[in-house]
Every structure is written in C-alpha cells, then in structure tokens.
Nanobody, 119 residues
Framework: QVQLVESGGGLVQAGGSLRLSCAAS????????MGWFRQAPGKERNFVGH????????FYSDSVRGRFTISRDNAKNTVYLQMNSLKSEDTAVYYC????????????WGQGTQVTVSS
C-alpha cells in the first residue's frame, strides 16, 4: 500500500513557476514508476508526465514538454513537478500517482493539489 500526498499548489501569474511535491509513504517508493496527471474543470484527467524508478528516464505530454520537469528523490520518498512558463491553460488539479513497472494503469493516487494560473 502506498499513500501519496501532493503539496505546493497555489495561484501564480502566467509566465511564473511552481514546484509541486508528492510525498509517498512506505519503504518501497523506489519500486514505483511515478506519474503526474491533471484535471481541468469540466474536463477529463490527462497525463502530464512520468519518471522511472531510478529517475533516469522521464516522459512528458506534448502540452508541457520543455516547460515542466519531473524529478524524484528516492531517499526522501518524494517526486517533484517543476512547472515553468505557466499558462492559463495549465490551471487544473494536479495529481501524482504510482504504479509498478508491470502494471498498465496507475494503482495509487494522491488527493490532488490545485494550480491556478492567472492571465
């Protein structure tokens, strides 16, 4: 069982930056691929990006590639989402999620943190 808690959301002006954190419980954090997703009001939840277990490989959606960076610190059981050059369309609730390599879908989800970008 893994419990995930996101933090770091808030209100930021367009062009600004925010860093989200996702703290995981348990001693097997390094066993999980970690993903970030977001859900804008009235829309489906969408994939933002993910990072492999060691932190050596990341992948991003086209909408955030080049602006967002995912990193992780396995010693601290934490994954981060650094968001730069924020746009109003980045406004959403951001969720972190965890899955094992062998799984197709993410098993564990955080409660989400709100990011609002004002134009």
């Amino acid at each position: 069982q893994v419990q995930l808690v996101e933090s770091g959301g808030g209100l930021v002006q367009a062009g600004g930056s925010l860093r989200l954190s996702c703290a995981a419980s348990g001693r097997t954090f390094s066993s999980y691929v970690m993903g970030w997703f977001r859900q804008a009001p009235g829309k489906e939840r969408n994939f933002v990006g993910h990072i492999n277990r060691s932190g050596s490989i990341t992948f991003y959606s086209d909408s955030v590639r080049g602006r967002f960076t995912i990193s992780r610190d396995n010693a601290k059981n934490t994954v981060y989402l650094q968001m730069n050059s924020l746009k109003s369309e980045d406004t959403a609730v951001y969720y972190c999620a965890a899955k094992l390599d062998v799984d197709i879908t993410y098993t564990y989800w955080g409660q989400g943190t709100q990011v609002t970008v004002s134009s």
